[in-house]
């Protein structure tokens, strides 16, 4: 009896490397979150107007700092960065398809395979923002957008530039005309 051997693209090869990519991204999502959070900060503090009252120099200082803190941030939750192991990545899909990780591993001899699905990633930005400030930013963008009303992209974008020469943000002006 002649031993068959599965294809390189073979559904379960294709099913075991995009579960690799998956529990990949499920560690270093949390390394992103920083940088998103510090976008959103940004963002949210160009809406209130707080870089109006900043030099170029300062407004740049404030991001440079952002970005080191974010860096850092980043850094500290890659610290248990670890390539999954086959065992671990197998075990994964196996949960994934309601299947023992042994039924997997007798696939690998099968020229027709049944059809695996792949799952989704199941860490989220929670773990890289311990103190869900990503919650504090949308209250307080809200709370800006009822105050103020809406802002101009421009005064949004303007503050990812320091640099930039613009028209100063004017949070509030008293009208008195009357």
Same mark, same amino acid.
């Given at each position: 009896?002649?031993?068959?051997?599965?294809?390189?693209?073979?559904?379960?090869?294709?099913?075991?490397?995009?579960?690799?990519?998956?529990?990949?991204?499920?560690?270093? /999502?949390?390394? @992103?979150?920083?940088?998103?959070? =510090? !976008?959103?900060?940004?963002? #949210? *503090? $160009?809406?209130?107007? &707080?870089?109006?009252? /900043?030099?170029? @120099?300062?407004?740049?200082?404030? =991001? !440079?700092?952002?970005?080191? #803190? *974010? $860096?850092?941030?980043? &850094?500290?939750?890659?610290?248990?960065?670890?390539?999954?192991?086959?065992?671990?990545?197998?075990?994964?899909?196996?949960?994934?398809?309601?299947?023992?990780?042994?039924?997997?591993?007798?696939?690998?001899?099968?020229?027709?395979?049944?059809?695996?699905?792949?799952?989704?990633?199941?860490?989220?930005?929670?773990?890289?923002?311990?103190?869900?400030?990503?919650?504090?930013?949308?209250?307080?963008?809200?709370?800006?957008?009822?105050?103020?009303?809406?802002?101009?992209?421009?005064?949004?974008?303007?503050?990812?530039?320091?640099?930039?020469?613009?028209?100063?943000?004017?949070?509030?002006?008293?009208?008195?005309?009357?």
């Amino acid at each position: 009896m002649k031993l068959q051997r599965t294809k390189p693209l073979s559904k379960l090869n294709r099913a075991l490397f995009w579960t690799h990519v998956v529990m990949i991204w499920e560690q270093i /999502l949390p390394a @992103l979150t920083p940088f998103l959070l =510090l !976008a959103g900060a940004i963002a #949210v *503090a $160009a809406q209130w107007g &707080v870089f109006a009252a /900043l030099s170029p @120099l300062g407004h740049l200082g404030v =991001l !440079a700092a952002g970005l080191v #803190v *974010a $860096a850092i941030a980043a &850094v500290l939750n890659l610290r248990g960065f670890k390539q999954p192991s086959f065992t671990e990545i197998n075990t994964r899909l196996a949960l994934d398809n309601g299947v023992t990780p042994d039924v997997l591993i007798g696939l690998r001899h099968k020229m027709k395979q049944p059809h695996l699905k792949i799952g989704k990633a199941k860490a989220g930005m929670a773990k890289g923002d311990p103190l869900a400030l990503r919650y504090l930013m949308l209250i307080m963008f809200g709370f800006g957008y009822l105050l103020q009303g809406p802002v101009p992209l421009s005064e949004i974008s303007s503050a990812y530039m320091p640099l930039k020469k613009g028209a100063p943000v004017v949070v509030a002006q008293l009208d008195n005309s009357r």
